[in-house]
């Protein structure tokens, strides 16, 4: 299997335009994965009124915490002390 590096070092390698459509089919793929995950109970209409890029980080961020309150106490709490 190809490492990572490697992977990377033949993309660089390859015409813009090729890169561009590799960028292109590899974003793609990442909102068809990332739409899936999203809830069925959300309501995407009133995501709609979002801006698109705002859309593509919808199911991105996966918070661990059951105590939303809590995990921002936290973060308020590192970032201020």
Do not use: C, F
């Given at each position: 299997?190809?490492?990572?590096?490697?992977?990377q070092?033949?993309?660089?390698?390859?015409?813009?335009?090729?890169?561009?459509?590799?960028?292109?089919?590899?974003?793609a793929?990442?909102q068809?994965?990332?739409?899936s995950?999203i809830p069925?109970?959300?309501n995407?209409?009133?995501?709609?009124e979002l801006?698109?890029w705002?859309?593509?980080?919808?199911?991105?961020?996966?918070?661990?915490?059951?105590?939303l309150?809590?995990?921002?106490?936290n973060?308020?709490?590192?970032k201020?002390?």
């Amino acid at each position: 299997m190809i490492r990572l590096q490697e992977l990377q070092e033949q993309v660089l390698k390859l015409p813009i335009k090729e890169r561009w459509h590799l960028v292109q089919t590899v974003l793609a793929s990442i909102q068809q994965e990332t739409l899936s995950s999203i809830p069925p109970n959300l309501n995407l209409e009133s995501l709609s009124e979002l801006d698109p890029w705002t859309q593509s980080l919808i199911g991105v961020i996966r918070l661990e915490s059951e105590n939303l309150e809590e995990s921002y106490v936290n973060y308020l709490e590192k970032k201020y002390s």
